[in-house]
């Protein structure tokens, strides 16, 4: 298994489907002669030429309209948003075009296409370009959202999710391009609605998803350093559809949970996963399931404050404590 | 909620006397609660007006929480703080404490009434939902429970430490000529493999003592048959003249209490307890007599029994069992004993070993007086024989300190006259 990085793990499953088919293309701003905003499209201007790999004027609503269109033609469109801070400006052909076609077709029209781009705060970027639209997009049904946090569940979900008949929502995260791992080779498809365990444990379960896995990772070392305590670690992968066996199967071992998550605590994914919990696991817990999310303020861009705004392992395990009773 | 037993962790409100808003004096009877032991009064240690009755009839409330307030005619009330929270150290909280279920009569208008989620809140056990489920399945009663959780929550660890609704007490004894019906349940078949019926505090308590018994204590047992023909006929003489004063029986358990008694003069080595520095000899001697009551046993104290008559023991020891079966003992009519006899004899019971009651060194368990052919003289002749067994604590009585002690009380019973040497 190569060891590749985030960006090239997207990058391999972009070239890779392109090559299976012809009617998947890229398109967004600066995907092709400037090979990408963070180069997850290096070489493949190159490779598959500008009728494939369209760049975009600044215009979001208008690119991610064109998708739409050309998906209800029969193309499969992948569209790049530099970031989805700007996709913002897109929602209207998200939301009321791409989710609900083929709903208002009475199932005639189908509509497959990709929206993927950086999600999330990144450094620095001050309130307006450090958001995590997760749940936003969750929300929506005729959505399908996934989240990876690994280069593997990069390129896996994505070549999913380009195969998949129905709009998808790839979110990714410019402090994850750069984030190396092992990346199967070839024909490696993550299910779309699957959940994976990336540590086990016992004492308590840490959901998180996207970069709260390596947030929840170093809790769960920590934690076992400090107190001893085994954290279970789950990744999401994809929040919509919500993987709610692989959820309650954890809390039934671990009967504790901590859910970790970019974005805002108000109405986020994490209460959407807590309310799976209590209905569905209600008698496996021993205590009550606890969430580690942003700050609920926009985000600052003072470094320090930024840093205390995010999820952070410290946090994670301050929780993990509280329902572990060890407080 | 007083502690009215010295062992008294919590106890439960059998029966108000006294209502919301009525005048109480010092010493007057507010309520009849239930410890450990005995129904025991609890009584106004001031002069006022009940206020806030936060305990209902059939609560269980911690030792040191809230179950009324006693005021100054005419001073209003504000909430009892202590009321919601359970007020008890850590190691004996329980969640029921303070409960506020039910106020006996409309509060007045002076008195702050407490908010009804409040009411709500204190009476309710709480537990997280994986030790309800848990308890549920191990029969386990979540309010006998100390939770460790935030505000008494019972989770998991808790329950993992619970003492099993199994866990009961050793087989002791009785003494008393009728044998209550047991409360515990035999109900029909309505479905369901078993009941899980809650320790009653009697039953907690017993369960607690002989497990400190036979488990730390090394136990070891000697067995004597005594021929029991001269003190039948001595009891059936002493009856003959009782029954012709108006007096009441004697019987065979009373007879046995004193020459117990007697015996123990002669041995004070057996009378002795075991207090882990030291040994207290004692040179009284207090016999504890094991009364089966409903759901449980109680030793009330038959004291200075080697200086009381065969008519004073008899009638103490109807009296005191009489009390123990309708839960009326006083902590100091069940403490203090220095050595115990426990009869099933009349359960045909031919032979059995009794449990230790620490910090004793020794108890005698007393079988059946049975018919038996028996040689005496070369003369194969009936007799009536009866079993007795010593379990002494080894750290206190050697074997033949207690063969010894057995000798004597063999002696004694079979020849009652030498009582009065």
């Known amino acids: 298994m190569a060891t590749l990085t985030y960006r090239d793990a997207l990058n391999q499953a972009l070239r890779e489907e392109m090559q299976r088919d012809p009617d998947v293309f890229l398109m967004g701003e600066e995907v092709g002669v400037y090979q990408g905003a963070y180069k997850v499209s290096r070489g493949l201007l190159e490779e598959f030429g500008p009728k494939r790999i369209v760049d975009t004027p600044i215009a979001e609503l208008g690119f991610a309209g064109i998708g739409v269109g050309a998906a209800m033609a029969g193309l499969r469109p992948v569209i790049e948003f530099m970031t989805w801070n700007f996709a913002v400006l897109a929602l209207d052909q998200i939301v009321n075009s791409a989710a609900k076609i083929l709903y208002e077709s009475a199932g005639q029209i189908p509509i497959p296409i990709v929206f993927r781009g950086p999600n999330g705060a990144a450094l620095q970027l001050a309130a307006q370009h450090s958001q995590a639209w997760d749940s936003w997009l969750a929300h929506i049904p005729g959505l399908k959202v996934v989240a990876p946090a690994t280069p593997a569940d990069a390129k896996g979900l994505l070549k999913s999710a380009i195969r998949d008949n129905n709009p998808v929502i790839v979110l990714e995260g410019e402090m994850l391009y750069n984030l190396k791992g092992e990346v199967p080779e070839g024909e490696h498809l993550v299910p779309i609605g699957r959940a994976d365990v990336k540590r086990p444990g016992r004492d308590v379960t840490f959901i998180c998803h996207s970069k709260t896995v390596a947030v929840a990772l170093k809790a769960a070392e920590q934690l076992a350093e400090r107190e001893g305590a085994s954290a279970e670690v789950l990744d999401l992968r994809s929040l919509r559809p919500l993987d709610e066996e692989a959820i309650v199967g954890s809390v039934a071992r671990t009967h504790r949970a901590v859910v970790i998550e970019e974005g805002w605590p108000h109405a986020g994914i994490g209460a959407q996963v807590v309310d799976i919990i209590q209905r569905e696991a209600f008698d496996q817990l021993d205590a009550p399931v606890l969430r580690v999310t942003q700050a609920d303020v926009p985000m600052p861009y003072n470094k320090q404050l930024e840093r205390l705004a995010k999820p952070s392992a410290d946090r994670v395990v301050a929780a993990a404590r509280r329902v572990l009773y060890l407080d | ?421």
């Open chain 2, 1 to 421: 909620m007083e502690a009215l037993s010295p062992t008294m962790e919590e106890g439960r409100v059998v029966k108000w006397h006294k209502r919301d808003g009525d005048p109480v004096k010092t010493g007057e009877t507010l309520a009849e609660v239930e410890t450990d032991k005995a129904v025991m009064d609890l009584v106004a240690r001031a002069d006022g007006v009940l206020r806030q009755v936060a305990a209902a009839e059939g609560q269980t409330v911690a030792v040191g929480s809230v179950v009324a307030v006693i005021v100054s005619p005419g001073e209003a009330v504000g909430a009892v703080p202590a009321a919601a929270a359970p007020a008890t150290p850590s190691g004996s909280g329980k969640r029921e404490a303070g409960n506020v279920a039910t106020v006996t009569a409309p509060a007045p208008v002076a008195v702050t009434p407490l908010p009804v989620a409040a009411a709500a809140e204190a009476t309710r056990v709480k537990a997280s939902p994986l030790a309800r489920r848990m308890a549920k399945e191990a029969g386990v009663d979540l309010k006998l429970v100390t939770g460790s959780g935030p505000g008494g929550r019972v989770v998991k660890k808790d329950l993992e430490r619970a003492p099993s609704p199994g866990a009961s007490a050793a087989p002791t004894a009785t003494a008393g000529a009728t044998f209550p019906v047991s409360r515990v349940p035999f109900p029909e078949r309505t479905g369901a493999a078993y009941d899980d019926v809650p320790l009653t505090q009697i039953r907690k308590t017993i369960a607690k003592r002989l497990a400190a018994s036979l488990g730390p204590i090394p136990h070891f047992f000697l067995t004597t048959e005594v021929d029991m023909e001269r003190a039948s006929e001595a009891r059936e003489a002493l009856n003959k003249q009782l029954g012709d004063q108006g007096g009441g029986k004697v019987s065979f358990n009373d007879i046995i209490i004193k020459a117990t008694a007697h015996a123990l003069t002669k041995h004070p080595a057996c009378n002795a307890w075991f207090q882990e520095d030291h040994i207290r000899y004692w040179h009284e001697v207090h016999i504890g007599m094991a009364v089966a009551v409903e759901d449980g046993l109680i030793t009330p104290v038959i004291r200075n029994a080697e200086r009381k008559s065969l008519a004073d023991i008899g009638r103490e020891a109807k009296e005191l069992a009489e009390r123990a079966r309708s839960r009326r003992l006083q902590p100091s009519e069940y403490t203090g004993s220095t050595f115990s006899v426990s009869n099933l004899g009349m359960f045909d019971i031919d032979q059995f070993t009794a449990v230790i009651n620490p910090p004793e060194a020794g108890i005698i368990a007393v079988g059946s007086i049975v018919q038996k052919p028996v040689v005496v003289d070369g003369q194969l002749t009936p007799r009536r024989r009866m079993r007795i067994t010593m379990s002494c604590d080894h750290r206190v009585i050697d074997g033949a300190t207690g063969a010894a002690f057995l000798k004597t009380l063999k002696q004694m019973l079979e020849n009652p006259l030498a009582m009065l040497l």
